[in-house]
């Protein structure tokens, strides 16, 4: 079951390296697919059952979705993967990649000086999630659905403008 | 199932994570830029889950739950936004619309 | 009754707030029955007050009425609260007499005018304002209402101000009186911090405790000195007082004539002991009053503007008063400010009326004749000006005028200011009777067709003739020795310091200042009716011309302070004007510039930016947690 | 290793059985309809035309495999494997008889729900990589719908998850021992079943193919054998969600006197036929009659299912 763990680690470090540089949106997204599919086998692996699923369902199933949603509403062509070639000139890469670099060698080299123990490879099943969420997170959970109830409304606001746009579109 | 070391863990959510703000600083395109969003957020939640897993405790699956909450909503938001935006300016770069001046 | 007080400045102040509010949307009728009902009823309320206080005085001879407390800061509680005694009682009921008619008389004298709300709105505030002033119980109430009154003179002498012209004279008596007021603050702040209170009463008493002339109340009262000079229009402040004519006549006959400019008078009187713990500062003040009366008196002779020559009798006139109270006889000088209140109150609506009637005409080289035109306007006028000249047959104030004058020969070291004052009386007589003789007798220069409304010529003969008899109870005095206004005064105000020594020296006086009048008088008939080609030989000489060019220009005073201070202000601010001080500022400013848009280039918009901006400072932060 | 042999044995057992329903299911379809609609259908090849699947089968795969030079290859390739791949993934969980299952899983309704979600993306994909305006829209339409009805498959079984305090699919089955789900959970059948016609996007609730408006909808530019992925993906889709109403809904391999496994079966069928007659009997609804309905009705419906079991079960457990 490690191997698997960091066989999907290395599937999901892959599978997002190739999203950033894709320049076809789809494909990008697919590999980010991959990416999420990864981390649900690592979270199963670790024995988080719950957000495993979850991941799938909502992540890879639902979130992603919207964005192939959209991509197609926007009709994303060819055109478009040339543009981003155009702009992924090898230069833009060096800023970003040697900050990230700086961020990564400070992160390993605090994380080295602790030895905080291994996970515990017991599985935390979804009713010890629903216990935990219904219980001292209440609030908290209360507040997601405002919060979703506002992403909600301001999507339906955003979008209404767009939709009367699409469809005077011959 | 798996035992690893919390550290291991917590680096791939920190390549995961470094690999999102790469794309975020590189791509212009919006949707680019969205979705390293997203890999940031979820690598933001793997490192939850990791600890969450090595405590022994929900409070892990929770947080992440809570981040895909806030995934959701921005995703909603962010993509209508996104159809505004191309549809008022015809355009999908990020430098473009860059109209707050400060 | 006497509960009613607050009743007395509230109800001008509420006529205010309605016009304020409606903001001349209310017809004319209902504007003219609001304000004039207001100061009518307070009026009457005053009459009743003071009725009711002659008939049974209150314990102490004060009623004091404390309405709220005004606010609480530390240790200073000032109330806002209303002191009525003998000197504000005399005060009260007559500005809020004149008021009232003068209101009516507004009436028609506005009629025509578009700001007719507004004209109210600024009367009524000026009325409330006035009587706030006058029935304060501390200085800061007091001080309230002076820049009230203040306030509606600056808003009433521009209240034209379509006319530059016109908001210039507002702005120069603004400024003008601004010096006075903040000599005045300055005084209540050098009181509060020396005494610890503002309450009039506890003030005097405490001031009383002082020794004669030291510090404290000599500098206090020099400082209440300048508020008075300034707002009384006393020398060397009087220069606005003239310009201020540019407003409505009704404002020039209530305010700049009646009621706000003698408010210095009834500060210093309110004030006196004040000013009789500073006997050097109460010397000034009888100097100031002697030659601003001698000055303006030789101003007023040379104007040909009916109003100016109004305002330069009026400037004389306070100046007895200043006379009177730097004598002691402050009694003498409430009186000459009653009696005052009501001549000159009618002889400005008396030239209100002859303006009116030749479309705003204010030469009285271009009127002449209109005594048989207007006999009722010209009787009434002959009147007052006879009570401004102090001529007794026909009129019985002339002696308000004289106690003054007693009063003056008789304080120590006053002959000479006697002298002037008897110059005065002549000059006052002479320049009332030039203006009378002008306008009234002669040849008609104009036939006017109009006549006045009722309403503007029933106020004017009532004040003509209430300035007539004023002098019924100080005359029956000196005929009985019986109860009258100065012992009236005198349970607020202390009497003279001194008496004749026998009993004949008043009519002898009386008998001097009574043939003073009338010789000016015959005098002015001499040059203005009789012989007027005497008078332009005069003034054709160098010598006459130069002098009439010199007090016609009130003596040189406007052109002195443009010289001496309005010049060199301005060259300095021509100088300074990109000043050092600014330098600091300047460069303030722009450093503040340079990192505004140091900080708005990073708020580019771009979202990229502000997410490398993220990471780069997440790098240094967890660097920083690291390394530490 | 015993266990991993047994394991085995039933994986390819039970694929070999999907697969052969599947196709057979071609058949039995064409054969149903034909009935229902008065005419003979297959019946040439082989005894009742049954060889008629194999001749198809032959026909297909010999098919040139034409790939449109506008397309998006890698993603026009992949985009027919997810959906058979997502839909028998969703059989390893199935519990057939008491032991007979791929993996018994925890989380097994999730991984339904999962993999029912990951479905979508064959369409949509498919719609995308064509470069052609139907298969767009057949692809626009087959994510809005199937996000939309996603939403429902999983709010209709939480009522059966509450009922049986498991995401275990033997558990569920093992709560309605006394009383199928079917009964308490009405409607939450009802939902599941027009969910699962929609996820299944077979008609009446079509619309991502709509012969008639879209031509073919997203598999539109395909053929041969990726045309035959999707034809033998919306057949396991049929078998999977009868199986899984089946399961969910009526008590599963649970029955008297049969044995278990007959019982799943026999039910399974039932329901297959049902989806045949539905599409025998019932009009395609327009697009945005079936939109509006999910949102306005089936919605607020399913919310109120599983606020009214909730509180049921509440007050009997205090």
Redesign the interface.
Same mark, same amino acid.
């Given at each position: 079951?490690?191997a698997? $763990?960091?066989i999907s #680690?290395a599937i #999901?470090?892959v599978a997002? $390296?190739l999203? +950033?540089t894709r320049v076809? *949106?789809?494909?990008?997204? /697919?590999y &980010?697919?991959c990416?999420?599919l990864a =981390?649900?086998v690592?979270?199963f692996? %670790?024995? #988080?059952? &719950?957000?495993?699923? /979850?991941? *799938?369902? +909502?992540?890879?199933?639902? +979130?992603m979705? /919207?964005? !192939? $949603? !959209?991509?197609?509403?926007?009709?994303?062509?060819p055109q478009?993967a040339d543009q981003?070639r155009a702009? %992924?000139r090898p230069h833009?890469?060096i800023?970003?990649?040697l %900050?990230?670099l700086?961020?990564?060698i400070? /992160?390993?080299?605090? @994380?080295?000086r602790?030895?905080?123990? *291994?996970?515990?490879?017991? =599985?935390?099943?979804?009713q010890? *999630?629903g216990?935990? %969420?219904f219980g001292p997170?209440l609030l908290?959970v209360e507040l997601?659905s405002m @919060?979703?109830l #506002?992403?909600?409304l301001?999507?339906y606001? @955003?979008?209404r403008? !767009?939709m009367t $746009?699409m469809d005077r579109k011959p | 199932m798996a035992t690893i070391p919390v550290e291991t863990g917590f680096i791939i959510a920190g390549l995961l994570f470094l690999l999102g703000l790469i794309g975020v600083l590189v791509r212009r395109n919006i949707i680019y830029i969205l979705l390293a969003i997203e890999i940031m957020l979820n690598a933001a939640g793997l490192a939850f889950v990791v600890a969450g897993a090595h405590w022994e405790q929900p409070d892990g699956q929770v947080m992440y739950f809570f981040v895909l909450t806030m995934a959701a909503a921005e995703v909603a938001v962010g993509l209508s936004l996104v159809l505004q935006m191309y549809h008022k300016f015809n355009t999908l770069d990020a430098n473009l619309i860059n109209r707050m001046r400060g | 009754m006497l509960s009613l007080l607050w009743l007395v400045p509230i109800l001008p102040l509420v006529g205010f707030a309605i016009l304020a509010v409606t903001a001349g949307q209310l017809a004319r009728k209902a504007v003219s029955v609001i304000a004039v009902g207001a100061v009518s009823l307070s009026a009457l309320i005053a009459i009743g007050i003071t009725v009711a206080y002659t008939i049974t005085a209150p314990a102490g001879t004060v009623y004091s009425q404390t309405l709220w407390q005004w606010m609480r800061v530390g240790n200073f509680a000032p109330a806002v609260a209303l002191h009525l005694d003998a000197l504000s009682m005399t005060m009260m009921v007559v500005v809020a007499f004149v008021s009232a008619l003068i209101h009516i008389y507004s009436t028609g004298f506005m009629a025509d005018d578009t700001g007719y709300s507004r004209f109210f709105a600024y009367m009524n505030l000026f009325v409330g304002a006035m009587l706030t002033l006058v029935l304060a119980d501390n200085l800061l109430l007091l001080y309230l209402g002076w820049e009230g009154v203040g306030l509606c003179s600056y808003l009433l002498i521009g209240f034209w101000y379509r006319d530059p012209d016109n908001v210039r004279a507002a702005l120069k008596a603004f400024f003008v009186t601004r010096i006075g007021d903040t000599a005045f603050a300055i005084g209540i702040f050098l009181l509060f911090t020396s005494l610890g209170t503002l309450n009039i009463p506890a003030v005097l008493d405490e001031i009383s405790t002082y020794a004669p002339g030291s510090t404290l109340p000599t500098a206090a009262a020099a400082l209440l000195l300048v508020g008075a000079m300034a707002k009384s229009a006393q020398l060397p402040l009087q220069t606005w007082l003239p310009d201020a004519m540019a407003g409505p006549t009704p404002v020039s006959a209530l305010i700049h004539a009646a009621t706000m400019v003698t408010a210095g008078v009834y500060l210093i009187a309110r004030m006196h002991t004040l000013f009789v713990m500073a006997p050097a500062v109460l010397l000034a003040v009888a100097i100031i009053g002697a030659v601003t009366q001698l000055v303006a008196s030789f101003s007023a002779l040379t104007q040909y503007d009916i109003k100016r020559i109004l305002a330069y009798s009026t400037i004389s006139q306070i100046g007895y008063m200043f006379l009177a109270l730097g004598v002691g006889a402050w009694a003498a000088a409430i009186y000459h400010f009653g009696t005052h209140a009501f001549f000159k109150a009618a002889l400005f609506l008396g030239a209100g009326v002859v303006i009116k009637m030749l479309d705003e005409e204010h030469d009285i080289f271009k009127m002449g004749g209109l005594r048989h035109r207007y006999p009722l306007t010209f009787w009434a006028f002959l009147f007052a000006a006879l009570t401004l000249a102090a001529v007794p047959p026909l009129t019985i104030t002339f002696n308000s005028k004289d106690l003054i004058l007693n009063q003056a020969f008789l304080s120590k070291g006053g002959r000479g200011l006697w002298i002037l004052g008897l110059i005065g009386t002549f000059l006052t007589a002479a320049y009332t009777f030039r203006m009378v003789f002008v306008v009234f007798f002669g040849p008609a220069q104009s036939r006017p067709e109009k006549t006045p409304a009722r309403s503007m010529v029933a106020p004017f003969v009532v004040l003509a003739f209430l300035g007539a008899i004023a002098g019924i109870p100080e005359l029956l005095t000196a005929i009985f020795g019986s109860q009258n206004l100065s012992s009236f005064l005198r349970s607020a105000l202390p009497g003279p310091t001194r008496d004749f020594p026998s009993a004949d020296g008043p009519w002898l006086f009386q008998l001097i200042y009574v043939a003073t009048a009338l010789a000016g008088i015959a005098v002015a008939y001499l040059l203005y009716e009789r012989a007027p080609q005497y008078t332009r030989s005069v003034v054709s000489t160098s010598v006459g011309s130069w002098l009439h060019r010199w007090w016609f220009a009130d003596w040189g005073f406007d052109w002195l302070y443009q010289k001496l201070f309005v010049g060199p202000y301005v060259v300095l601010a021509r100088i300074n004007r990109n000043d050092v001080v600014d330098l600091f500022y300047k460069g303030l400013a722009l450093i503040s510039r340079v990192i505004n848009g140091l900080l708005s280039s990073t708020v580019n918009g771009n979202v990229r930016w502000y997410v490398a901006a993220v990471a780069g400072g997440a790098v240094i932060v967890v660097g920083l947690v690291v390394i530490l | 290793m015993h266990s991993v042999g047994i394991s085995l044995l039933i994986v390819f057992v039970v694929l070999a059985c999907i697969l052969g329903v599947a196709s057979g299911l071609i058949w039995l379809e064409r054969r149903l309809l034909a009935l229902w609609q008065d005419r003979y259908g297959p019946n040439r090849v082989g005894p009742f035309g049954l060889l008629q699947v194999l001749a198809d089968i032959i026909k297909i795969l010999m098919k040139e495999d034409w790939i449109p030079p506008f397309a998006d290859k890698p993603v026009f390739v992949i985009a027919p494997a997810i959906t058979v791949i997502t839909t028998l993934l969703s059989f390893s969980v199935i519990v057939f008889a008491p032991g007979i299952t791929v993996v018994d899983l925890g989380i097994g309704v999730l991984l339904f729900l999962a993999m029912s979600s990951l479905g979508v993306y064959s369409l949509v994909l498919a719609g995308w990589s064509s470069d052609n305006k139907y298969s767009l829209l057949g692809g626009l339409r087959a994510a809005a719908q199937m996000l939309s009805y996603e939403l429902f498959v999983g709010l209709s079984l939480m009522g059966v998850v509450m009922l049986a305090g498991s995401f275990r699919i033997a558990d569920i089955v093992e709560a309605q021992r006394g009383l199928w789900f079917c009964g308490p959970q009405f409607v939450g059948f009802v939902i599941f079943f027009i969910a699962g016609l929609a996820e299944t996007h077979r008609l009446p609730l079509d619309l991502p193919e709509a012969d008639n408006e879209l031509v073919a909808g997203y598999h539109s530019e395909y053929s041969g054998m990726k045309f035959g992925l999707f034809f033998l993906g919306e057949y396991i889709g049929i078998t999977l969600i009868s199986a899984m109403i089946a399961t969910f809904f009526f008590g599963g391999w649970l029955g008297p006197v049969l044995p278990g496994l007959l019982w799943f079966i026999i039910k399974t069928f039932f329901f297959i036929c049902l989806f045949i007659a539905l599409r025998a009997a019932l009009p395609r609804p327009r697009y945005d009659q079936l939109m509006s309905v999910s949102w306005k009705w089936i919605l607020p419906l399913a919310l109120l299912n599983l606020l009214v079991t909730g509180a049921i079960l509440v007050s009997r457990t205090t």
């Open positions: 079951m490690t698997i $763990f960091y #680690a #999901a470090v997002t $390296f999203t +950033i076809n *949106v789809v494909h990008s997204l /697919l &980010f697919i990416s999420l =981390t649900g690592m979270f692996v %670790l024995g #988080a059952t &719950f957000v495993a699923a /979850l991941v *799938v369902i +909502i992540n890879a199933g639902a +979130i979705v /919207l964005f !192939v $949603f !959209v991509i197609m509403m926007l009709n994303v062509g478009s981003e702009r %992924l833009v890469w800023g970003p990649g %900050l990230s700086l961020l990564l400070e /992160l390993v080299y605090s @994380l080295g602790y030895h905080t123990g *291994v996970t515990s490879g017991q =599985t935390v099943g979804p010890q *999630v216990t935990a %969420l997170y908290a997601a @919060l979703l #506002a992403g909600l301001g999507a606001h @955003l979008g403008g !767009v $746009f | - | - | -």
